[in-house]
């Protein structure tokens, strides 16, 4: 079955600190993944995607994510936190299903960033 | 600029009452998703649609009902038989180059 799974609930980091959130998926075919970010009562931004390629993969806001098919993880790092980085991070891997496509999410993870 | 929007951004609700969510979107999407999100429990699927006229039943369809007039318009409507409707809602809309959804910036619905 596919799915996505996010380990950590919560994490919390002093700022200026580096961070990886955790990220490991199950599918069966070639992984579209990504990576989300929302604020408290804001809709989901999108941070980065893989499709293909070089398995490093840079986004915006500082955030890079590595793929690593042998491990079927796809982390998301920042090598310096900042205060405004504090949100909810999700997951997650776009599939085929019955002839629809749509993207599966992992639970997220809540960041706190303590000054 | 092209985007998606959901309206309104706080509702309520009455017990037994229906209630409709819009969302509309000018990115020339086919695909949209309605999502709905709890604390703690991450985003669970609605019901989505690839096409005009055509939807499918997500994972927690049961009390929600949608419609797909317009390409660019995919209402839910959250009905009495919702027993316990009161969550944030997320829409959400994609192309077919499989390069993620597009989301609005959801409803927060309250029963009162």
């Known amino acids: 079955a596919q799915s996505v799974t996010q380990p950590d609930i919560h994490i919390t980091v002093s700022e200026g600190a580096s961070l990886e959130l955790r990220c490991n998926y199950s599918?069966?075919?070639?992984?579209?993944l990504f990576w989300y970010v929302q604020s408290p009562g804001q809709g989901l931004q999108l941070l980065l995607k893989?499709?293909?390629?070089?398995?490093l993969v840079q986004g915006i806001k500082g955030f890079e994510a590595e793929f690593k098919r042998s491990q079927s993880s796809f982390n998301l790092r920042k090598p310096s936190v900042h205060w405004s980085d504090a949100a909810e991070y999700f997951c997650?891997?776009?599939?085929?299903?019955?002839?629809?496509?749509?993207?599966?999410f992992g639970a997220g993870t809540r960041l706190a960033v303590h000054p | 600029d092209g985007g998606i929007t959901q309206s309104p951004k706080y509702l309520f609700r009455k017990e037994g009452q229906n209630v409709t969510l819009s969302c509309e979107q000018n990115?020339?999407?086919?695909?949209m998703y309605w999502y709905r999100q709890d604390p703690g429990q991450g985003l669970r699927l609605i019901y989505y649609?690839?096409?005009?006229?055509?939807?499918q039943k997500g994972d927690i369809a049961e009390g929600y009902s949608v419609s797909r007039e317009k390409k660019e318009s995919f209402p839910l409507t959250v009905t009495s038989a919702q027993k316990n409707p009161t969550a944030f809602y997320l829409c959400?809309?994609?192309?077919?180059?499989?390069?993620?959804?597009?989301f609005g910036s959801g409803t927060r619905l309250t029963v009162v």
């Open positions: 599918y069966g075919a070639t992984p579209y």
């Open positions: 893989y499709f293909s390629g070089d398995t």
């Open positions: 959400a809309s994609a192309s077919r180059d499989k390069s993620g959804y597009t």
């Open positions: 649609s690839q096409i005009v006229n055509d939807f």
């Open positions: 997650a891997v776009w599939v085929l299903s019955g002839g629809y496509n749509k993207l599966i």
């Open positions: 990115l020339n999407h086919d695909a």
